[in-house]
């Protein structure tokens, strides 16, 4: 198959969807199906790419200054692609300049009304990309936020498209009055150019059915998989001493300073653990994880936890490979988790929060423990429970690869991709 696949880049940081977005290229490759990938606003930033350009459309820089100057809506092409061009993305993406939804909300209206808004030099743009090469059998865009694509490429190519829903949601209820509210009637309006829509769990399509108005059974889930060939299970883990451990992106909404506090009252209670965090903080998250390094500091815990930084694909699977559990407990229900599931897959037991796609997870690999989220005591609580039970932790961990492996793998996630690529371009209605 020829497929044509649209992802989303996150500002030069890693992030769950764009994992997901890499792992479904590179397998889409490795079985010899044509793949022409292209990233929108910044270039991707995984562990492992997909080949070929990956050229970028939508540039961040372009967009946002096509919303601010009107004279750059009309600019020649030469001036777009110099904006466009990876080493100013990458270095304007130095600046970890905060994107907030709220601060957000008139150009996520703008970009959402396609050839109606500021950028809509951008969407042509990419409509001529796309018309250049062969005809795609199939077009994937990856996220809701980018629908306004879907009705110009139906009209453009006649081709069926896939969406993925990773949450958008959360992103639109942030943007305020009156963006939200707008920002969801445009992305209704584009589903009906949709043929498929792809999400990461049972609840969250139940959720996303009725939020984007479409029937249940247009969408799909397919569960988000991780490399079990390469995320295994360390081959014995010491006792001694309990190690809890983090990675993901530095943040209030991935509850960083929820377990610092579970971990100060670990200690105050019964010392001896250790604490190890890795991941990035950007922007205005630099001050909140110094915050947190100096209430470990002052709480006499210096020699008790480590900050690792942002290891690359051999140094987080080192990482992993050296913890008792794993836990990112986020205040904000998870959509992809794909950093739990990459430490499950090493045997880790996780805590997590009781959010819809976490309880999901635990349900389904019996490898972990739920609490409130933002509750550090709770948080605390759980993972003393698991200090204190060795035999336990270590037959959760068991679990938790077995079930990943089963119900999580790249290989899995991948398959059915194509399952549905091969329905929707036979003209199949998805049921």
Known sequence: MRIAYIAAGAAGTYCGACARDTSVARGLEARGHELQFV???????ADRMPSGNCPVYYGGINVYLQQKL?????????????????????????????TKPEDLGEMTV??????????KKELARLIRHLRRGP???VVN???SLLSAIAPEVKEALGVPIVTNLQGEDVFVERLGSPWADESRDLIRRHATAVDAFVAPSESYADAMASWLAVPRAKIRVIRPGVDVTLYRPAQARPREPFVVGYLSRITPPKGIDVLTDAFRRMESAKPGSRLEIAGEAVGSDLALWE????????AGLSERFRYAGAPDLDGKIEFLRHLSVFSVPSRYPERQAVASL???????????????????IVSLTGGGVLVAPGDAQALADALTRLRDNPAEREEMGRHAAAGI??????????????ALYDEIARGRAVV
């Open 39 to 45: 990233t929108l606003y910044t270039p991707l930033k």
């Open 70 to 98: 009107p004279f750059l809506r009309h600019t020649p092409g030469f001036l777009d692609r110099m904006f466009d061009a990876r080493w100013l993305l990458d270095w304007v993406e130095r600046f970890a300049i905060d």
């Open 110 to 119: 703008s970009v959402l009304r396609g050839r109606d808004g500021r950028q």
């Open 135 to 137: 005809k795609p059998d």
């Open 141 to 143: 865009i990856t996220n």
């Open 291 to 298: 915050g947190e390094e100096r209430k470990l500091r002052e």
């Open 342 to 360: 990459e430490a499950m897959a090493t045997g880790l037991p996780v805590v997590l929060s009781d959010h819809p796609v976490e309880r999901e």
């Open 405 to 418: 492996a089963r119900h999580f793998s790249e290989e899995s996630m991948v398959a059915a991709t194509l």
